[in-house]
């Protein structure tokens, strides 16, 4: 599985800003997906998660509220849509897909891995 985000732009505080995955097989639709950030000089974390069926979220507590997910019928694209953005939310954006029906918050739970987008909010 091929994962390709894009989207990722310079936005000012309080804008924003929609990313999309898109998988290269249409198995991703059984798979659980998921968004995780590097912000500069931080470990990579957990962003939001869904299920295979896009029914089933789960978000970090840093996000909730501000930032949706969600993936196309057919299940092969994922969108993270982003609002009130911060210069707090300033990475690099990875989307990651798992073998399995449900990916999780951990890192351990995704296989196939996106290059990431950059985003940058500016203050």
């Known amino acids: 599985v091929q994962l390709q985000a894009s989207g990722g732009v310079l936005v000012q505080s309080g804008g924003s800003l929609r990313l999309s995955c898109a998988s290269s097989?249409?198995?991703?639709?059984?798979?659980?997906m998921g968004w995780f950030r590097r912000a500069p000089g931080k470990e990579r974390e957990f962003v939001v998660a869904?299920?295979?069926?896009?029914?089933?979220?789960t978000y970090a507590d840093s996000v909730k509220g501000r930032f949706t997910i969600s993936r196309d019928r057919a299940g092969s694209t994922v969108y993270l849509q982003m609002n009130d953005l911060r210069p707090e939310d300033t990475a690099v954006y990875y989307c990651?897909?798992?073998?399995?029906?449900?990916?999780?918050?951990?890192?351990?739970?995704?296989?196939?891995w996106g290059s990431g987008a950059l985003v940058t909010v500016s203050s």
């Open positions: 869904v299920d295979w069926n896009g029914i089933r979220t």
């Open positions: 990651a897909a798992s073998r399995t029906s449900v990916g999780g918050t951990s890192e351990r739970g995704y296989q196939y």
């Open positions: 097989r249409r198995t991703s639709s059984n798979n659980g």
